[in-house]
C-alpha cells in the first residue's frame, strides 16, 4: 500500500508536471519529459517537462510547461518581433 506522500506526488494527471523537491541543473531539467507516449493516432508524442530558453545575459534557464507556461508564452511572443519591435506573424 502507497503511504499518504507518495499519493500527493503523484496527483497530477502526468507524472511529468510533477516538480522535484530536489535542486536540478538546467541539464538535468532539460532531459525530462512530461509525455513520452503514443497518442491515439499511433504518432509517439514527446513533451519536455521543461523548455530551456537564453535570458537576456546569456544565462540558460528551464521554465516548467505547465507552472511557467504564461512565461513560456512571453518568449514566444518576444522571439516573433523584428529588430523595430514589430510582431512578425508566421
Known amino acids: 500500500m502507497e503511504d ?3 499519493i500527493e506526488i503523484h496527483r497530477s494527471v502526468n507524472p511529468g508536471d510533477v516538480i522535484s523537491e530536489e535542486p536540478q541543473t ?8 512530461a509525455v513520452d507516449s503514443p497518442d491515439i493516432t499511433g504518432d509517439h508524442i514527446k513533451v519536455p517537462t521543461y523548455f ?4 537576456p545575459d546569456g ?3 528551464a521554465l516548467h510547461h505547465v507552472k511557467d507556461a504564461e512565461e513560456i508564452s512571453d518568449v514566444i511572443r ?3 518581433v523584428d529588430e523595430n519591435g514589430n510582431r512578425i506573424w508566421s
Open 4 to 6: 499518504n506522500n507518495e
Open 26 to 33: 538546467v541539464e538535468e531539467k532539460s532531459q525530462q519529459l
Open 52 to 55: 530551456v530558453v537564453d535570458e
Open 59 to 61: 544565462e540558460k534557464k
Open 78 to 80: 518576444q522571439a516573433r
